[in-house]
Antibody
Framework: QVQLVQSGAEVKKPGASVKVSCKASGYRFTNYAIGWVRQAPGQGLEWMGWIATYNDNRKYAQNVQGRVAMTTDAATTTAYMELRSLTSDDTAVYYC????????????????WGQGTLVTVSS | QSGLTQPPSASGTPGQRISISCSGSTSNIGSYTVNWYQQVPGTAPQLLIYKTDQRPSGVPDRFSGSKSGTSASLAISGLQSEDEAVYYCASWSDSLNGVLFGGGTKLTVL
């Protein structure tokens, strides 16, 4: 079954870091990049960036640049998104999504989504 | 950069045809294709339309997309209660060098 399964919900204190995992199955992991999108409570979707699983190229959105790190592990077909120096503004559901078409680094769309990981930042 | 512009809400009755607009600029919609995502409350978004007017397998042909200049539209014909969801448009953005989303349109089936 083609799917992306994310890690469970997290509660973090301001200033801490969080690392969300996204395990892919049912397709060739290294053919498709992985993107990350977040959604604050009651708000719309916000693109955070993407990482190519086939050559480690990556691009981060300006509003999280410097605080975010996206990595992949081809051996376990898992992608990771780590966000540092958390504030309450980072409280959101974080989604990983498969980038299509394959081997694309721009002008792409997300054709497969994980179930989402709620990250709550609270003192 | 602010997102693509969508109406916050839309509504229709079962069987009706409705349209949702998405407005952008020459640095996004005007230069690139548009994608649409459907998000049922409490669930992850799903791809509904890609490359402006293409439907992924499994998406009914009641859903269609189009684009003209710097604006795009999603049309839903034969509206059904299961179509109640939030619909997001998205396009590549030169200024963002990434994906730009619309604010979302909540569709209510009366």
């Amino acid at each position: 079954q083609v799917q992306l399964v994310q890690s469970g919900a997290e509660v973090k204190k301001p200033g801490a870091s969080v690392k969300v995992s996204c395990k892919a199955s049912g397709y060739r992991f290294t053919n498709y990049a992985i993107g990350w999108v977040r959604q604050a409570p009651g708000q719309g979707l916000e693109w955070m960036g993407w990482i190519a699983t086939y050559n480690d190229n990556r691009k981060y959105a300006q509003n999280v640049q410097g605080r975010v790190a996206m990595t992949t592990d081809a051996a376990t077909t898992t992608a990771y998104m780590e966000l540092r120096s958390l504030t309450s503004d980072d409280t959101a559901v974080y989604y990983c999504a498969r980038v299509s078409p394959p081997f694309t680094s721009s002008y792409y769309y997300f054709d497969l989504w994980g179930q989402g990981t709620l990250v709550t930042v609270s003192s | 950069q602010s997102g693509l512009t969508q109406p916050p809400s839309a509504s229709g009755t079962p069987g009706q045809r409705i349209s949702i607009s998405c407005s952008g600029s020459t640095s996004n919609i005007g230069s690139y294709t548009v994608n649409w995502y459907q998000q049922v409350p409490g669930t992850a978004p799903q791809l509904l339309i890609y490359k402006t007017d293409q439907r992924p397998s499994g998406v009914p042909d009641r859903f269609s997309g189009s684009k003209s200049g710097t604006s795009a539209s999603l049309a839903i014909s034969g509206l059904q209660s299961e179509d109640e969801a939030v619909y997001y448009c998205a396009s590549w953005s030169d200024s963002l060098n990434g994906v730009l989303f619309g604010g979302g349109t909540k569709l209510t089936v009366l």
